[in-house]
């Protein structure tokens, strides 16, 4: 298949192009789009024939279900059994942008669609191109990440090419994301409100709106024997090719420790690389040291993470050690996936 990709730069919108790619989702076939998190892979949402060659696309195991995008709340009340309070407030505050709900369905959207469960998870995306085609297709888009199932999420258009080309009608390049992490996953079935994913909407942030609500005990760093409720979060995942470790601590110790580890895996052959910040990138004495960003700002580690793991795939290291970060706001969201890119391998110093 040839995988057409129409580019748009600075959002200025080209209406042939987005009529074009509005029409290929209209009739059954895949558009990759950029979101504000990170680009999707959209298919028509009602139709499982269109997500059934979303999950062959990715290689992705057909239990796990995708997120039904939508462009006007009244779309919500299409696709949920019933919308809750909590949800009209959660989308009054943080719609659109990088929330995902998850709501009862009705038979709008097919079991194809949710992994077979009957409970939905739905987002309005903030990114002016995702908006825009979602409006014209007319269409609820289904869209995971546009990544190869268990690679980084792509967070530029380049990364869906790496991926995708070939085994998909076409793509809209839209340039790099914003976030680079995937949208929160908050969890409106249960009687109190319950954070699946973290992301760029922090827990204090949704508590401030709601009131009470739980973190998954599944996601918790520290718990490796519960079992996460989103089906996607129980997977290692995010991960780059090469085994990586994280090492904790003070930030000195940790440069020491990792120097250390880098030396012994050098000597055994290996190729290193070292997942540094803007403090203590000139401190390591070996290895390829990426810098991921300035450990005073948490979005901006976030928004590099996984083009970072990616350009380890790129150099061919065998082994990544990664300085681990703070957990306060977004790095919470960091945390998490760099544990589960880890297979939470973790060293504490
Ligand atoms: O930011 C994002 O959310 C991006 C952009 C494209 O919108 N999408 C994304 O999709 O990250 P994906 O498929 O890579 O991750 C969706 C996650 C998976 O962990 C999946 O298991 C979970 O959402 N999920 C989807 N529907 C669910 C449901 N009904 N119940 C529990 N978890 C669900
Ligand atoms: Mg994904």
Redesign the pocket.
């Known amino acids: 298949m040839k995988t057409q990709v129409f580019t748009i730069k600075d959002n200025q919108i080209n209406q042939q192009d987005m009529m074009a790619a509005a029409e290929i989702i209209r009739s059954g076939g895949l558009v990759a789009f950029p ?1 504000e ?4 892979l959209g298919g028509d949402a009602t139709r499982a024939d269109a997500s059934r060659k979303i999950y062959k696309a990715k290689g992705r195991p057909s239990d ?4 039904v ?1 939508i462009a006007d709340f009244s779309q919500l009340c299409q696709i949920a059994a019933k919308v809750p309070p909590e949800a009209e407030l959660l989308a009054q505050h943080f719609w659109p942008g ?1 929330l ?1 709900m ?1 709501l009862q369905k009705n038979q709008v959207i097919p079991y194809e669609t ?2 077979g ?1 009957d ?3 739905i ?1 309005m ?1 903030a990114h002016p191109v995702a908006l825009a085609f979602l409006r014209e297709s007319g269409c609820m888009i289904a ?4 990544n190869t199932s268990g690679r980084p ?1 792509p967070t530029s258009a380049s990364h869906v090419r790496e991926d995708l080309q070939g085994r998909i009608d076409a793509i809209i390049d839209g340039g790099d994301v914003e976030i680079g992490i ?2 929160t ?1 908050v ?1 409106l079935t249960e009687e109190i409100p319950c954070v ?2 973290p ?1 760029f909407i922090t827990l204090e942030m949704l508590r401030e709106v709601l009131g009470e609500v739980r973190l998954d005990p599944g996601i918790a760093s520290e718990n490796t024997k519960v079992p996460p ?5 129980r997977y290692r995942h995010y991960a780059p090719k090469a085994e990586l470790t994280l090492v904790e601590g003070e930030a000195a110790q940790v440069v020491h420790k990792i120097n250390e580890l880098a030396e012994q895996a050098m000597k055994r052959g290996c190729k290193v690389g070292i997942v540094a910040t803007e403090e203590t990138k000139t401190c390591y004495s070996g290895g390829e040291v990426v810098s991921i960003g300035s450990r005073e700002d948490e979005a901006e580690v976030a928004h590099h993470l996984y083009r970072v793991l990616r350009e380890f795939d790129e150099l061919g290291v065998d082994v990544i050690y990664s300085e681990g970060f703070d957990t306060a706001g977004v790095g919470q969201a960091v945390m998490n996936r760099l544990l589960k890119a880890a297979g939470h391998k973790r060293i504490l110093v």
Do not use: Q
């Not at 998190?37 to 999707?40: E, I, R, W």
């Not at 796990?64 to 997120?67: A, D, G, V």
């Open positions: 979101t998190t990170v680009y999707g796990n279900p995708l997120i995008h990088p995902t998850i949710t992994g469960l409970t939905v998870a987002r995306p869209a995971p990440s546009a999420s995937e949208s996953i969890d699946l994913r992301g409720k989103a089906p996607g979060m």
